[in-house]
């Protein structure tokens, strides 16, 4: 029976990196990934392929340039689903290629097989092809992601109704999708399905897109969905699903009902720990169906760490794999990184994209923080224009009494990109006079933040100042 330090199960973002760090610092590691190809959820079925396919629907449809030529570019005629997958194939390809590099380069063991706990610190690894194989570990790594929620109540078939998943098996593009579930995931393909042209209805039990953002974002977000075509049933939920030959009834305890050729159920996930035995070294999961974790990402069972999407919120890749390097050094007292950033941005790859950082406008009402706004408009910002993006928006929340930056909201082109500026200056504990001095690339996006500051300290001051 071989022997590692480290056992890493899962070869997603966190598995991945976690293991390369342990490797890096001379570490004999093993990775064990059940599925024939690496990556995980990130790269295979999740992360990566829907916001390739995100890129590929501006492509296609011409809403990249509809606001540069205002001309209505339609589909392009006989679109195919191969055509529509064909860079999200070469782009997971690519990536594939760099993760198994990666884990050759550091010379980790790479075990292909559905790893089980025997005791606390044995894997029996079931293979698709040979013998069971046992290896055995001083540290292990749960990073086996989450899989989505199947209700047993869905009539699942992977033709007509899908999951966050198998969405990426359709053998062709539909004329209309529902999609059950208003969450990240839901309203990102919602929206890569109406920039298709595909007549989308999204539907969610709460009463607005999206509420953990900043009401004004969410709500500008929601009327430029709306301009796409889609259609949103807020505050109302599912009732029944059926599905004739090729068309999908759902009916909404409201009582309305819905007709489409395609339903996508996105209503969560949850941790993908079936046949893991965790049973056997004294775990499980929590309430909401993730494995419980310590600020090292330590489980009960001190040798054996957890992280990613395992272990729930925020379940994005960025994060999942900060967590898995802190996790292994953690595990071996490597004095490198011990935590992760205070603020973690969030990214949502809709069309338009949307990006946020700390504090909103409604958070610091909680919290009874005294705010101040300041906002910066891609329609009067040169770049804006340059690309054809009317209707962006950069909000700076900042602290009445000291002008320290508290939150950064993007909505539109680039925004996953931008917010990280925003966010160095608040991890610095920085204020917005900092845009201020900062001298900006023109033209360049990145200048509505200077902009953003001066609308903010002229809402402070009770007046507008001069942008100059």
Do not use: W
């Amino acid at each position: 029976m071989q022997h590692f330090d480290l056992i890493v199960i899962g070869s997603g973002p966190a598995g991945e990196k976690g293991a390369a760090q342990a490797a890096y610092f001379g570490k004999k590691v093993a990775l064990v990934e059940r599925s024939a190809q690496l990556g995980g959820a990130c790269i295979n079925t999740g992360t990566l392929p829907s916001k390739t396919l995100r890129e590929s629907a501006l492509y296609f449809s011409g809403l990249s340039q509809r606001g540069l030529y205002g001309i209505d570019y339609s589909l392009r005629e006989g679109l195919t689903v191969q055509d529509f997958m064909r860079h999200k194939d070469a782009v997971v390809e690519q990536e594939r290629s760099k993760v198994s590099k990666n884990i050759a380069d550091h010379s980790i063991a790479h075990f292909v097989g559905a790893g089980q706990f025997e005791n606390p610190h044995q894997l029996l690894i079931h293979s698709a092809q040979g013998e069971p194989i046992r290896i055995s570990g001083d540290v292990f790594l749960i990073a086996t992601g989450s899989t989505p929620h199947r209700s047993p109540e869905i009539p699942f078939d992977d033709k007509l109704i899908f999951d966050s998943d198998t969405i990426l098996q359709m053998d062709r593009i539909p004329e209309s999708v529902v999609v059950i579930g208003g969450g990240v995931i839901g309203c990102e393909y919602a929206s890569i399905f109406a920039a298709l042209g595909v007549k989308a209805a999204l539907v969610d039990g709460r009463d607005r897109l999206l509420p953990f953002l900043d009401a004004e974002i969410s709500g500008r977000l929601r009327d430029r969905l709306v301009d796409l075509g889609m259609q949103f049933y807020f505050s109302d939920r599912l009732q029944s699903l059926d599905k004739a030959a090729a068309k999908v009834t759902v009916k909404l305890e409201s009582g309305k009902v819905l007709e489409a050729e395609t339903c996508l159920f996105a209503a969560g996930r949850r941790a993908a720990v079936e046949g893991l035995g965790l049973e056997k070294v004294g775990l499980g999961v929590n309430k909401r169906g993730y494995i419980e974790v310590n600020e090292s990402y330590q489980t009960a069972a001190p040798h054996i760490y957890a992280a990613g999407d395992v272990i729930g919120f925020p379940a994005l890749a960025s994060t999942s794999m900060e967590q898995g390097r802190v996790a292994v050094c953690h595990a071996f007292g490597f004095q490198y990184k011990k935590r992760l950033a205070n603020m973690l941005p969030m990214g949502i790859y809709t069309i338009p994209e949307v990006s946020s950082v700390g504090e909103t406008e409604e958070s610091c009402k909680e919290k009874g923080i005294r705010y101040e706004v300041g906002r910066a408009q891609y329609s009067n910002n040169a770049r804006g224009q340059i690309v054809g993006d009317s209707h962006g928006l950069l909000k700076l929340v900042f602290s009445r009494d000291d002008r320290r930056l508290l939150g950064v909201h993007i909505l539109g082109e680039s925004a996953t990109e931008l917010i990280h500026m925003g966010m160095m200056v608040l991890e610095s504990k920085g204020t917005i006079d900092l845009f201020i001095d900062f001298v900006f690339n023109y033209p360049t996006l990145s200048e509505t933040y200077k902009y953003a500051a001066y609308d903010g300290l002229g809402n402070l001051a009770g007046h507008k100042l001069r942008e100059g």
